[in-house]
């Protein structure tokens, strides 16, 4: 079981996303939170808090965007509530279930396990920034694909947008690995690489070491330098999967990871210590310090 | 399961309520929820949203208040989430099972069934008058039941008052009926039984006759006067249990309904017709018009 918050002006502006997107993003999120457990959806709930003026279009759209994931996902929405409230808040609550075997946790790392990712980090994070830097109000009237991609006005800032609005959740590959018992430990990175694979150390109580250079960057942005280093290391909202696996889970991952999956990336690796994180590069290593989104800073 | 959304300066004034209170009561109606299928609770999330200020003693004290009622009900609270928002903002799902048969439904109703309620109705509207009454600042720290009484000045309004924070459920009452199938539609009067009643009618398509005077009126009330005719139609918030069976399983309740329960009295009777209410008394009849308590007006 899990459940996630949104807020308006704390986790998203009004006028920076359409409630269809806004509808299809709240399911997914809570749906990246059950991946990283390895568990199979099962059902979800929805409260929803609303100003009056909303309860129309803007509250139709946003059901529209919700139940297109449900089906996409064949999950039912069981029920819920709505309520008035000055700011928009969506509550999501979904409850999946594991085949067999237990779940994975953010506390199973080991030393010498490596650390895999899948799917990208710092994508969305570009996404926002370009919505932010054009400030553009007709962006909440943006709600299909075809207008977001005309919006987008090139090809790699289209994939930064639809991994903001849409992120690319890594169920599939999260139930596999469970199934398999190929993970120690697993999180879904939501508040930053660093950040997340932080809380898989403080949980395991060891260290890591991972290597700056083996993380993609993303699409259009520039090769290894301080700015998009920080966006792959702090940018949140992707939604990758990061875990962490022995070395003989590692030989059988290698032979049998299904191709449709999002390819896997073997990052660093984990060794035994105090919690903390140092970013290995050719030119030396240094330890990380968090930047990852604090709701409350 | 079932999801419902508790939103500061909608559903509550913070200077009106203690967090302790407020996060026994969050569990609480939630609870109720599932008491009105016939299902029994087997876990919970809470999601929070609260103003910084609020992160402290605030959040503890909302905090031991649900982790008690969690403790009195054997439910584990599994997750959840936390974030900074400006008004208080308590999201609450639960998740329930039956061990046999299908849950009890608004729609089940059929012409001939006896309307039957467990519980007070309009005790804690009566509760809620008193603190808007004394508007007295100091009742949100009020913490515990010593205090409350004191401050209550007397038995009766002593009742109100536990009823508005701590509304007593009939969650075995009703996961009984469910098992002796004994209800063919059930529902928890939160908005109000007249409200609540039509919710049942509408949804199995029929109408109504309800006794007004043989509602128990709240402890310290007027007998039968307008003003107590409409605190007990209209009173919302006393999570009483409200069910119809036909006159056969009447008879199997009558010999066998546990007396550790709280008492059921028949009140009315289902028939054929349009959703609608009629309130008959000794002086005639009147149709019932909706007044229960609506989150957008």
Redesign the interface.
């Known amino acids: 079981?899990?459940?996630?918050?949104l807020?308006e002006?704390?986790?998203f502006r009004r006028d920076w996303i359409n409630p269809y997107f806004l509808g299809r993003k709240s399911l997914l999120v809570n749906l990246s939170d059950l991946a990283a457990m390895g568990a199979r959806p099962y059902?979800c709930?929805?409260?929803?808090?609303l100003p009056?003026s909303l309860?129309g279009e803007y509250f139709e759209k946003f059901i529209i965007g919700f139940l297109e994931e449900c089906d996409r996902f064949e999950i039912p929405l069981?029920?819920?509530?709505?309520?008035?409230?000055?700011?928009v808040?969506v509550?999501v609550?979904v409850?999946g279930y594991l085949a067999s075997k237990g779940p994975l946790y953010r506390s199973g790392a080991k030393g010498g396990d490596s650390i895999i990712l899948i799917g990208d980090v710092g994508v969305s994070e570009l996404g926002l920034r370009l919505i932010r830097q054009r400030s553009s109000k007709c962006m909440s009237e943006i709600a299909d694909l075809p207008s977001l991609e005309s919006w987008a006005d090139g090809p790699d800032s289209y994939r930064w947008l639809l991994a903001h609005f849409l992120p690319e959740i890594h169920l599939e590959a999260a139930m596999w690995l469970q199934e398999h018992e190929l993970a120690n430990s697993m999180i879904d990175v939501s508040d930053g690489l660093g950040c997340d694979l932080l809380h898989i150390l403080e949980e395991s109580k060891c260290s890591a070491e991972i290597r700056v250079e083996d993380i993609p960057v993303p699409p259009g942005a520039d090769r290894i330098t301080p700015a998009s280093r920080e966006l792959i290391l702090d940018g949140g909202e992707d939604y990758a999967l990061l875990f962490t696996c022995s070395q003989e889970q590692l030989e059988r991952l290698k032979q049998s990871y299904p191709p449709a999956f999002s390819p896997y990336r073997v990052i660093g690796r984990i060794v035994s210590g105090e919690a903390e994180l140092r970013l290995v590069s050719d030119s030396g290593s240094e330890v990380y310090h968090r930047k990852g989104f604090d709701?409350?800073s």
């Open positions: 079981m899990s459940a996630d918050l807020i002006e704390v986790h059902a709930l929805l409260s929803l808090g009056v309860l069981m029920g819920g509530d709505l309520s008035r409230s000055e700011k808040v509550s609550s409850v709701h409350f």
